[in-house]
Every structure is written in C-alpha cells, then in structure tokens.
C-alpha cells in the first residue's frame, strides 16, 4: 500500500471537518463533489497495472461522483430558490468536536479490528468509519433536506472505501453507485414537491405531516 | 367418494358467490340454484362420509408447507352437514328476504357464498395450513357480511370488534398449531406424542385451544363480539354464523382434544365450569334483551354453554375411564350442535320474517303477529319448543343424552373431587332450561300475541313463500330428530369413536330408545289434548277480554318483554346491572316522562373497553418519540443499528 493512498485519505479526512464546519451549501455541495473525485482516484494507487477495468472504475466514479451528482445538487438549490445557508441543530463547533471525536474512535477501533495484515498498515478501515460517522452526523444534525442528501453521499463515500480494500469485487460497489444515482434522482424530485408544499426545504415543515 | 362430494359442494357455494357478482342482472338470480344444488352435493358427500369409511383427497396447491387435503371422516362429515343444509335454506331464504334488486344484493350473496364454501373447507380440511386458510376466509367474509349495513355505526362497530376478537382468536389458533408442529414435525392434524397431556406444554396446548376456539365459539367470558355481530348482519347470515360458523369452534375444540392420547381431569373440569357459566349467564342476558336478533344471539352462547358441559363431562368421563358416562355425553354435546344449528337457524329465519315484516328488531314495537303472519309465528314456535328443551322437538334428545350422562355418573358413586363438578350439571342445566322458557314465553308473547303496539307491525303480511320454504326443512328436522333419535344412534356412535379414541364403543340403542318412546307419548297426548280442546271450543263466542276494569285499553299498555322479564333479570342484577334512564321524582301532577332501561354486555362494556381504553392511554405516551424530525428517526436507527452490534459482539 503506497503512502500516497495515505495522503489521499488523509485528505478525504479533513474534507469531513470541512464539510461540517462550513456554513454555505455551494461551498457544501463543492466539497462533496471534490470526496468523489479523491474516492474515484484511489483505485489507481491500490492496483498497480493498469488494467481497462480500473479505467472504466476511475472514470465512471469521477462522472458521477465529481460531476453528475454535484451538478444535480446545485440545479437543486438554483431551482428551488433558498437561501443558501446551512442552519445545523447542532452549532458547528460541537459538529467538528463530534466529528474529531468519531475519527478518533475510528482510529482506535480500526486498530482493534483483527484486519488482514495488507490492510492493518493503511489508512482504509479508519478512513472509511470516520467518514461514516461524519455522514451520519451531517444527516441528523442538518435542517435542510439538500444537506441530508449531502449526509447520505458522505455515508456512500464510507461504504466505497471500505469496498476498495475488496477492489477485485468492485462490481457490487458500481452497483451501489448506480443505486446511489437514482437515489438522488427521486431525491430531486421529492425535493421539488416538498417545495411546492411547503415553500422551504426545511424539514421541520414535515413535521406538520406527522399522524 | 365422500370428499370429493363435499369440495364439489364446497366449490359450487363458492362459484354461487361468484356468479353474483358478475356484472348483469342475468347471473345473481342463478345463485340460488347454484347454492342449493351445491348444498344437495355437500349433504350427500356428508351422508356417505357419515356412513362408510374416511376419505382423503390430495390436490395440488401452490403454498410452500401447504398441501390441499381434505379429510371427510365422520367427525368432519357431522359438523359440515349443518353448513350444507343452512346454506341451501339460507340460500333460499335470501332470493326473497334480500332480493337481488336490493342495495348490495351482489355483496351479500357474494360473500355468503364464499362464506359458506370455505366454512366447510374449515370442517374438512386435513391439513393445519389449509385449516387456518379457510379459517381466515370465514373470518374475512363473515366480516364484511356483519358490515352490510355499514351507512350505521352499529353495524361497523360490531363488524370491527368481530374482526378484531377473531383475529385475537386466530393469533392463538397460531401458536397452538406452531407447537402442534414443533411436537409432531408434520403440519397434518396427527396424533401427538404419548404422555403429552400431564406435560406443561401439553396445558399450553389446550389453553391456547380454549382461548381461540372459545372466542369463536362464543363461550361466556370470550363471547363479546358474537351479540352485536349477530343482531347487524343479514337475517340469514345471522342464521349461519350462529347455527354453523361458532360450531367451526366447538370442532376445532373437539378436533384438538381428539389428539391427545389420554386427558388429564382438568381439561374436563376446565371446560365443565365454562360450559356451565356460558349456559346460566348466556340465558340470563338473553332474558334482560330487548333486540329481538340479540336475545337469539345470546342464546347462542347459552347453548354453547350446553355443548360444551356435555363435552365437559365426556373429557372427564374419558379421563375417568367411564366409557358408558363419555359415550352418552359426546352423543349429547355433538347431537345439540346439530340441533342448536337446526332450531336457531328457524328461529332467526323466521324472527327475520317478523323484522322484514315489522321495519324494526325492536321486541317492544311488534305484537299481535299471529294473526297477521301464522306460518312465521308457527315457525317460530317450533323453534321456541325446541330450544327450550321440550319434548316432542329435537333439543329434548340431546338435553336429556346430557342429563342422563350426568345422572350415571352420579350414580356411579365415585369419590374423586373433579368428579363432583358432575353433580352440578343436572341443576344448571334444569336452570338453563327454565329460563330459556321464561325467555321464550316473553319473545313469543310480545312479538306474536297481544295486540300490535306499532303501527308498522299492525300492517305486516306474511312472508313470501320462498322464505316460508326455506324454514319448512329446518322445521321438519326439528321434528325428525324429535320423534325419531334412533336413527342417528349408529352415526353419534361413529363419530364418538373418533373423539375418545381410547375409549370402547358403547352402545347408545337403548338411551336414545328411552327418548323416542317419551318423546312420542308426549307428541300423542299433546296432539289429543289439542284435538279435544279445539272440539271442545267448537262452539265459539267473540267479545272483548276482561279488561281489569280499565275502560280505555290501549296496546301499549301491555306488558312489555322487559317488564316481563324484570323479576328474573332482577335476581341476576349481580352479574348483568341494568343501566335505567327514569325520571328521579313523579312531581304531585304528573307530566310527560319518559323511561329507558337497557343491559350492556357486562364483560364487553364494564371490562373489556375500560380495560382496552386504559392500555391506549398507556400506550399514547410512546407518541412522545413521535418528534416527526428526519433527523431524529436516523439518529434513533444509527443508534439502535450500535446498541445491536455491541449487544451481538458480547
């Protein structure tokens, strides 16, 4: 495992705090957009040849994940008129407190993990939990309904790490990405009726439609 | 032979449903047809399944674990004969009492096809999976058919809390046959292992048992939904639900119980004590009715009560090894579900007569019936005979086969405690009987005799031939199994084999002699007397009653049922306390006033939704967790997803 998958994760590591710590959704959204592209590169240092398949794995990955999906967000947020601030339950600096935390606890669990050798020395594991867990706070510490669907493409993105260490099995991982595609799509849908409804995307609004 | 019969049977009552349903007028008047001929069928596969030897028919079925097979032996072949012949009538008595150009003519016939068909499926089927299929569809239309009527709340509710106590009913009907299937490795109805009965799972087994087949059944603390469900639905399904489809319960009992090896006391003495509170209680609400469908109802559950003393003391007989006591009441319980099924079929056939003819089920609004329609009140009558118990009818037979059970085992002498429940049995059932009678000179009374108290009932007419036709068998039936019991000897014995396994056969030739020899004195010296009496009168004079000295009679001024009943249902006020609307003080002058007094089912109003209202609140304050935020329901998920793999990691 060469260092530079490490520098990689690394990065990916701090796009979490960024993604938690920033107040704009453009900025959100980028940033999202920039994990996918540092996801779909990643391949490239865990095989060494460079085989039609690991072409076709970076490219897909990077069109969907750096282009596809963020430029689907951002027609989002033009089409549906909010502002473009992100109103968090939780204040940024607890966030990037938890988030610190979570990556801590993923460094240490990953280490109590009985890993294959290959694996115990790289980042992978704990990058992928930390990444995880910092999805799963942008999903239940976020008011708007486009930062959830921000939430559920960081928790992919920890899924996709994980998966890299199977890279020979790769093929369930493209499956979800084909998944995750459509997902937004009805994602983008619902959003638009929860506007027409509701004149927000606030999800505090939904709550109207409880019972 | 036999099975093949009765799933033709099966099928046509079914397709009868079908073809009412059919867009186009043509096709819902061939129902009748199709039912009758599809009873005809069933009745005869029922005969020879009563007669010669169990048949069983494999099919193909498609459910994974099922299998289509349908068993006809003896025991199935005597509880289907009753669903066979009340849909024909019930068939029949529908072409005319809701007519096929009435509102939801197609639902109700619809459903009382398929309600009819599967019933019998439930009878017959030899395969637990198929048992509970069937048992499902019975419930889901018997649903619906409760709900006809459902522009009235009345009728929704009764049709809500039948789904509901049937559903209750069906969990434990669930977790009694997934034991049957852990003990026996098979999903067919087969013998359980040896010594099973003084085991706790064996206890489980029959609690499970009494619980969901007893709330089918309509036994007294688990009777709630059967009241309101019988007096909402259509007369005819009101015949069938409480002649044949709360006996579908009595079967599943019997079936049950038929596969253990050996029963323990308890389970007699267990079902003695319900059969003889079901039986007093069932009849004291009765007396209390007003409802002329629900009075019928709640005797319903006072022969269950019968049904299952008789059962009781057979169980307890079977455990005691007294084959001679076991034989005489299994004859006596299962000949009662024929006759409850054939009298109080009649009974709500022709009582529907009456409320087709008078717009209400008011008892308090009928009167003077007799004059204006005398075949229902003839019908009528008959049935009121044989309920009560009286000889020369059919429900003398099979009171007295329980009497005289009871009365050998008490001559028996034995010393054993369980066994002293027995002694009780003679006088509850003397109780039962009496009261009933009380119940009935109150019903037949108010509704038929006296003078009309509603202007509605002073204008009614005699039903149309095709409901009379339908009672007329019913009637002859009745009268058959009164005057005739020994024919049914040899068939009671087959069937009784089935049941106590263990036990050798008794010959029951001489009891049910006994009866044919009283019942038939009776018959002659009534008929005499009858004879003579009408001579006697040949010479009639017409003038008005003695009218006490009031100068302005009027009919409302006649007793009504409930000031007729009130002295006896005083005395049960204990158990059934009447809710009395009365002016509190008559000022010095009278003025107008008004007064009401109705008895709630003591159980289903004082205990029942008291209880379910308590357990709502209880549970109202889980919608605290309810925050309707995204956010917080995919916290709760991530952190029950955690808890969960630690929990599984320990």
């Given amino acids: ?43 490239i240092f865990v095989e060494s040849h460079a085989t039609l398949r690991l072409v076709a794995l970076v490219f897909a990955t990077a069109a969907l994940k750096g282009l596809v999906i963020p430029s689907l967000l951002f027609k989002a947020v033009r089409d549906v008129h909010i502002n473009h601030e992100i109103e968090p339950y939780l204040g940024f600096i607890p966030s990037l407190f938890l988030c610190a935390t979570g990556t801590a606890a993923a460094l240490l669990f990953a280490d109590q993990l009985p890993l294959a050798a290959a694996h115990k020395s790289s980042l992978f594991v704990p990058a992928s939990l930390a990444t995880l867990l910092a999805g799963f706070l942008v999903l239940t510490t976020r008011r708007k ?27 369930v991982e493209v499956g979800v990405l084909l998944d995750l595609l459509v997902g937004i799509f009805v994602m983008g849908i619902v959003l638009n009726h929860i506007q027409r409804e509701f004149s927000s995307l606030d999800t505090e609004h939904l709550s109207r439609l409880r019972e | ?20 349903i059919l867009p186009g007028k043509s096709f819902i008047r061939t129902t009748p047809v199709m039912i009758i001929t599809g009873a005809i069928a069933g009745l005869a596969g029922c005969w020879i399944g009563l007669t010669s030897a169990t048949t069983t028919l494999v099919l193909p079925w498609m459910i994974p674990g099922g299998e289509f097979r349908i ?53 017959v089927a030899g395969h637990t999976i198929l048992f509970l299929a069937a048992w499902e569809i019975v419930t889901i239309s018997a649903f619906f058919l409760v709900g006809t009527e459902h522009e009235a709340p009345e009728s ?23 034991i049957l299937h852990a003990l026996t490795h098979t999903w067919a109805f087969d013998a359980l292992p040896a010594g099973l009965a003084s085991l706790p799972i064996g206890r489980v087994i029959f609690a499970l048992a009494i619980f969901g087949f007893g709330i089918k059944a309509g036994l007294m603390p688990f009777h709630v939904w059967l009241p309101g469900a019988h007096a909402a639905a259509p007369t005819h399904v009101s015949a069938m639900m409480s002649g044949v489809v709360i006996k579908m319960g009595v079967y ?40 002329l469908k629900r009075l019928l109802a709640y005797h319903s559950i006072e022969n269950i009560g019968i049904i299952v003393c008789g059962l009781g003391i057979g169980f307890l007989a079977e455990a005691h090894g007294s084959a001679r006591v076991a034989a005489l009441a299994f004859a006596g319980a299962l000949l009662h579900v024929w006759n409850h099924g054939l009298f109080k079929a009649l009974l709500f056939l022709s009582a529907g007569s009456a409320i087709h003819a008078t717009h209400t089920r008011e008892i308090d609004r009928m009167g003077g019936l007799t004059r204006r329609m005398p075949w229902t009140a003839l019908a009528f009558l008959t049935g009121a005979i044989a309920i009560c118990g009286l000889p020369p009818l059919n429900g003398f037979v099979s009171e007295w086969l329980i009497y005289v059970s009871a009365f050998t085992a008490v001559t028996a002498r034995e010393a054993d405690w369980s066994w002293l429940l027995v002694f009780a049995v003679p006088p509850a059932l003397a109780l039962t009987g009496a009261l009933a009678l009380a119940c009935f000179v109150k019903a037949f009374g108010a509704v038929f005799l006296g003078a009309p108290r509603a202007a509605a009932a002073a204008a009614a007419h005699e039903s149309p031939l095709g409901m009379r036709a339908a009672m007329m068998p019913l009637a002859a039936a009745c009268f058959g199994i009164g005057l005739a019991p020994t024919l049914l000897g040899p068939m009671l ?157 320990l």
């Avoid at chain 2, 009765?6 to 009868?16: M, N, Q, R």
């Avoid at chain 2, 509710?157 to 509901?164: G, H, M, P």
């Avoid at chain 2, 049950?256 to 308890?266: A, R």
């Fill in chain 2, 71 to 123: 068993t006809v032996d003896a025991l199935s072949a005597f509880f289907a004969a009753p669903a066979f012949l009340m849909a024909g009538a019930g068939g029949l008595y529908a072409e005319r009492y809701w007519p096929a150009d009435r509102r939801r003519a197609a639902w109700v016939r619809g459903f009382f096809g398929l309600l009819t068909g599967s019933l019998v499926i439930v009878m």
């Fill in chain 2, 156 to 178: 929704r509710n009764a049709a809500w809390l039948y789904l509901a106590a049937s559903h209750v009913a069906m969990l434990a009907l669930f977790a009694m046959i997934a």
């Fill in chain 1, 1 to 43: 495992m060469p260092p530079i998958a490490d520098t990689v994760l690394i990065i990916l590591l701090l796009t979490n705090f960024f993604i938690l710590g920033t107040a704009s959704m453009r900025a959100m959204i980028r940033v999202v957009a920039l994990q996918g592209i540092l996801l779909s590169l990643l391949p």
């Fill in chain 2, 1 to 20: 032979m036999s099975a093949q019969l009765v799933l033709l049977g099966s099928i046509l009552c079914i397709a009868s449903g079908g073809l009412a």
């Fill in chain 2, 493 to 649: 014995e087959r069937v009784t084999a089935l049941i106590a396994p263990g036990l050798p056969g008794c010959d029951l030739a001489g009891s049910l002699q006994g009866v044919q020899t009283s019942a038939i004195t009776v018959a002659v010296v009534a008929a005499v007397a009858f004879g003579f009496v009408t001579l006697l009168s040949r010479k009639r004079r017409t003038g008005p009653t003695w009218d006490c000295g009031y100068a302005a009679a009027v009919p409302r001024a006649q007793y009504t049922a409930s000031s007729l009943a009130r002295s006896i249902t005083g005395v049960f006020a204990w158990a059934m306390p009447a809710v009395v609307h009365a002016p509190a003080k008559l000022p010095l002058f009278p003025r107008e006033a008004s007064f009401e007094s109705h008895v709630p089912d003591t159980v289903l109003d004082r205990a029942l939704l008291p209880a379910l209202r308590f357990s709502e609140r209880l549970i109202s304050y889980a919608r605290y967790a309810q925050s309707a935020r995204v956010q917080f329901y995919i916290l709760s998920l991530g952190v029950t997803l955690v808890v969960l793999l630690f929990w599984s990691a």
């Fill in chain 1, 145 to 171: 309904a486009i930062s959830q669907v921000a939430g559920y493409l960081m928790l992919e993105n920890g899924i996709y790490v994980f998966g890299l260490l199977l890279y020979q099995s790769m093929v």
């Fill in chain 2, 252 to 291: 599943g009992l019997v079936r049950t119980l038929s596969l253990f090896d050996e029963i323990p006391y308890s389970f007699g003495t267990t079902l003695l004590v319900l059969g003889i509170v079901s039986s007093i209680l069932g009849v004291a609400f009765a007396l209390a009715q007003h409802d």
